[in-house]
């Protein structure tokens, strides 16, 4: 059996290693990739190609390092319209402190070299060069995805000018011709070979983030699994913060309280993987549906776990729908299986989920939830992380709890409320 957080817990801990900012960024990217529509590995292999092509126009080490960073995160705004996804794109950028070059080249992704592009109609040298380069590297990714790169590459060449800057489809060209532009990056190559690749490339390999960053990112990319849906808005920060309150309220020592915070805050990546048709149905899901719906604590496991130094976040994160008797999803895991760090956050997850508005139901007040939450302690949720919320909740009392005013925001069965 796969590590519980019980079993990870009483490990001895691993001397601690640095975090990678590439290796969380790529492992993110690939969450970036579940949304609708969207094609596996599609970031990371436009970042070889964009790399390749920037180092060989002679970009400075500055617009290297802003590049890469913009590649791998160049469809964050998570957003159908246009307009709204550069600009989205751009503020998490902005949030995660990759720097004015790395946004705008996220902002400017979908501008054309002949001013016909969305949302500026920019053209020609007032789009920026990362852009520019990115915007090659996407296009040349996804038209050779299934198909010979070579019918990649004559798009390109029929677009240039129009399209594309034509100095820079002149270098990717060259590439090709010399065989310096596929290696590793063809749709046809093993994802981790082509992860291995990027992360080569990391320009920051040996700074060390400190946790502060980390957790800037972390919240960053809680706000791209809440922009999913309007009814999940806040809902991984609400319950990053429930769960802190918690955490601290059973005087766990600040290390554990850190993490659980940023579990929580990563808890719902998965469910970029749900289609938003099923997210937002106002009717009872199918048997089908309420299948798609259990994998997503484990594909938040199986995101995480590629962040090496976060494998302990991915267990607890990827716990937050199991049960004390064994009742939840995906593992159905018993008490002894469960840490408190895994059951402060399912205690949360219930809160949150019961206080918020979604599309079957309106969102529940605090009086009302607090009898629900009793009737499961001990059986389903754990009883001290119950009365712990309690009394975080009661000693921030200016907090408005009733489900018109609060952020997070009664149905007839109780599970079909928790998501």
């Not at 400075?60 to 802003?66: F, L, N, P, R, V």
């Not at 706000?223 to 769960?243: I, L, P, Q, W, Y």
């Not at 048709?277 to 496991?301: C, D, F, Q, S, Y």
């Not at 607890?316 to 840490?339: F, I, M, Q, W």
Request: glycine share 6%; proline share 4%; hydrophobic share 40%.
């Amino acid at each position: 059996m796969d590590h519980t957080s019980i079993s990870i817990r009483s490990q001895a801990p691993e001397p601690g290693r640095s975090i990678s900012l590439s290796e969380i960024i790529a492992a993110l990217s690939f969450a970036i990739e579940l949304t609708d529509g969207a094609v596996i590995g599609h970031a990371l292999r436009s970042c070889l190609i964009g790399m390749r092509i920037a180092q060989e126009a002679g970009f400075t080490s500055d617009e290297m390092s802003s590049l890469y960073y913009a590649l791998l995160l160049k469809d964050i705004g998570n957003e159908e319209r246009i307009g709204l996804r550069c600009d989205r794109g751009r503020s998490i950028i902005h949030k995660l402190s990759m720097g004015p070059l790395a946004a705008d080249a996220v902002s400017f992704l979908e501008e054309h070299w002949d001013g016909t592009g969305y949302p500026r109609r920019a053209c020609s040298e007032e789009i920026p060069r990362l852009a520019r380069v990115a915007a090659i590297a996407q296009h040349l990714d996804m038209f050779s995805i299934g198909r010979d790169p070579i019918l990649a590459l004559e798009t390109l060449k029929q677009w240039s000018g129009s399209w594309f800057d034509p100095e820079l489809v002149k270098v990717a060209l060259s590439l090709h011709l010399r065989d310096r532009l596929w290696t590793h990056c063809r749709s046809t190559d093993h994802h981790e070979t082509t992860r291995a690749a990027v992360l080569d490339l990391d320009p920051h390999q040996c700074r060390r983030l400190d946790d502060n960053r980390i957790d800037r990112i972390c919240e960053a990319f809680a706000e791209v699994v809440d922009a999913k849906s309007h009814f999940t808005f806040r809902h991984s920060m609400g319950v990053a913060e429930f769960s802190r309150g918690i955490a601290q309220a059973l005087e766990l020592p600040p290390d554990r309280i850190r993490l659980v915070w940023r579990a929580a805050l990563l808890h719902d990546l998965g469910k970029l993987g749900i289609s938003n048709r099923i997210l937002n149905k106002t009717t009872p899901l199918t048997e089908a549906e309420w299948k798609t719906v259990h994998l997503h604590p484990g594909l938040t496991r199986r995101i995480l776990e590629q962040i090496g130094p976060f494998q302990e976040i991915a267990i607890v994160a990827g716990e937050h729908h199991e049960k004390l008797d064994g009742s939840g999803y995906p593992n159905r895991l018993t008490a002894s299986d469960l840490s408190l760090e895994s059951r402060i956050i399912a205690v949360a997850d219930v809160y949150g989920a019961l206080s918020e508005d979604r599309p079957y139901r309106e969102g529940l007040h605090h009086q009302e939830i607090v009898p629900m939450l009793k009737e499961l302690a001990g059986r389903q949720l754990d009883g001290d992380c119950i009365e712990a919320l309690i009394r975080h909740i009661n000693q921030t009392t200016s907090l408005n709890l009733s489900a018109a005013e609060n952020p997070l925001g009664s149905i007839g069965k109780f599970q079909s409320a928790i998501f």
